[in-house]
């Protein structure tokens, strides 16, 4: 039996008095794979940030496995969490100094782990390259394998394959999809397309202007939305 | 130009000949510049870093403080130092004035805030994103203050190579405070002074080709370490 891993009551933020999140009630499951699509400026990187903790929320609450979190959050439980950033920030190093950073700032030594996490993403072999003789899309490939070596309970995905070529962008959902079905973590996934949302989605949530105008199954996101604006987006005729 | 080239030749046969005063001079000097340099670095780049890093009150203040003391003027900084460490100064005790220590301490005071400054400006430099990133990866706030200077050690060597310049070849400060002591407080740069006061210019410009000699290899000893570190 599933719970809820994420609850979310009353939750707002504003920057510079801009109101750019604003949802009353949002529940994420455990070992779930929920996908939140919107357009860009949605506010969707900031709902991801706040469900990391990396960020207090301007009002409201978060829950996480029933306790409320407040800010700054212990450290035990923000490294429970760990997020693929639009934009890969890679230390200079090596590939394997990226993947086991993680690790290594919690004190681990668990070469093993790293191996794994390398050979799920496609990048077996690669440990021992300088991450400065990469692509782009073996950079995000980093990246997920950097966020998943820790084993965490939380995975957030934030556009993880924007700028990619179809190829890795396969690779990436393929390794996201394994993830899913193998680790048991909870995969919270923000893309602008609606396609890739449709591959991978369990559940969607529509967020639009800061608003959750619609959570839904994926089936029914898909086929019959309830919204008009999410029919809209989910036909491409949305204009943003 | 007839003076610059006895003065090269004069450099050059000082050197070979491994003149005694000459040596000593130069020891001096290295020995001199070198601990400064160590000292203002080892206190000056993690204050540096914290100062970039850090949200404390009186933040901005201290960054001011540390932009007007990289353009602190050496003899005033001598001077301080001097006051500092006279007979009826608070450090008088020590008993440091017109030693090397003395000639030590003034340099430090004019190295540290360069190597605080710009490792500041050096870890600013590094982006939010990244910073952001190291905490999504789980890192406590020193593990992150850590990482982030270490992706700016770019940043932290020219820090550390801004302040071997400029003491490396500063003369006021240690002139106040060393008192240029033939074979106790004489360095590079006030043998330089003296001899161009006695006239004797090419011996001052050769004793000026050996200095430029050790910024040269000192830049080049640091800039050796910093291909090193990149990857």
């Known amino acids: ?43 969707k990187s900031t709902l991801l940030r706040l469900l990391h903790f990396l960020e207090p929320p301007s009002r409201g609450e978060i829950h996480f496995d029933g306790q409320r979190v407040s800010f700054p959050p212990p450290l035990a439980l923000r ?31 668990r070469p093993e782990r ?31 394998a950097r966020a998943i070596v820790v084993a965490p309970r939380v995975i957030l995905l934030d556009e993880p394959t924007a700028n990619l070529d179809p190829h890795n962008v396969h690779l990436v959902e393929k390794s996201i999809r394994d993830l899913h079905h193998t680790s048991g973590a909870t995969i919270v996934l923000v893309t602008h397309n609606i396609f890739q949302a449709r591959r ?41 | 130009m007839e003076i610059l080239k006895d003065a090269l030749v004069q450099a050059i046969g000082l050197l070979l000949r491994f003149d005694p005063a000459l040596l000593e001079i ?35 203040w201290l960054l001011v403080l540390v932009s007007t003391g990289m353009g602190l003027p050496p003899v005033v900084a001598g001077l301080i130092v001097y006051l500092l460490l006279s007979r009826n100064g608070p450090l008088g005790g020590l008993d ?30 590094v982006p939010a994103g990244l910073r952001l990133q190291i905490q999504s990866l789980g890192a406590t706030r020193w593990q992150e203050r850590w990482l982030v200077l270490r992706e700016a050690r770019r940043g932290v060597l020219a820090a550390v190579l801004a302040a071997f310049g400029r003491i490396i070849a500063e003369v006021g400060a240690v002139l106040l405070v060393g008192g240029n002591v033939a074979g106790k407080t004489r360095v590079l740069s006030t043998a330089i002074v003296l001899e161009t006061r006695q006239g004797n210019f090419a011996l001052a410009l050769a004793l000026g080709f050996v200095l430029l000699g050790l910024a040269l290899l000192g830049n080049a000893i640091l800039l050796r370490l910093e291909a090193g570190s990149r990857s």
């Open chain 2, 96 to 125: 440091w004035l017109f030693t090397p220590n003395a000639m030590i301490a003034a340099q430090t005071v004019l190295a540290f805030p360069l190597a605080a400054g710009l490792t500041s400006s050096a870890v600013q430099e």
């Open chain 2, 26 to 60: 130069v020891w001096l000097t290295l020995r001199v510049s070198g601990s400064a340099l160590v000292l203002a670095c080892l206190a000056g780049v993690p204050f540096g870093a914290l100062l970039g890093l850090a949200k404390f009150p009186g933040r901005r």
């Open chain 1, 79 to 109: 490294r429970q969490i760990s997020m693929v950033f639009q934009r890969p920030e890679i230390i200079r190093g090596t590939v394997w100094q990226n993947v086991a950073l993680g690790l290594r700032l919690r004190g681990e030594n």
């Open chain 1, 200 to 240: 991978l989605a369990e559940r969607v949530g529509f967020l639009l202007n800061g608003k959750l105008v619609e959570v839904s199954p994926a089936e029914q996101f898909f086929e019959n939305p309830k919204d008009e604006r999410s029919r809209a987006f989910v036909r491409g005729e949305m204009v943003y």
């Open chain 1, 1 to 43: 039996m599933s719970t809820a891993r994420y609850q979310v009551v009353g939750l707002q933020k504003s920057y510079r008095g801009r109101l750019v999140l604003d949802i009353p009630r949002l529940t994420i499951m455990d070992r779930e794979l929920f996908v939140i699509v919107g357009p860009s400026g949605a506010g």
């Open chain 1, 114 to 144: 790293v191996e794994n996490a390398l050979e799920m993403v496609g990048l077996s072999g690669f440990g021992d390259l300088p991450v400065n003789t990469l692509s782009g899309g073996e950079l995000q490939r980093v990246a997920l």
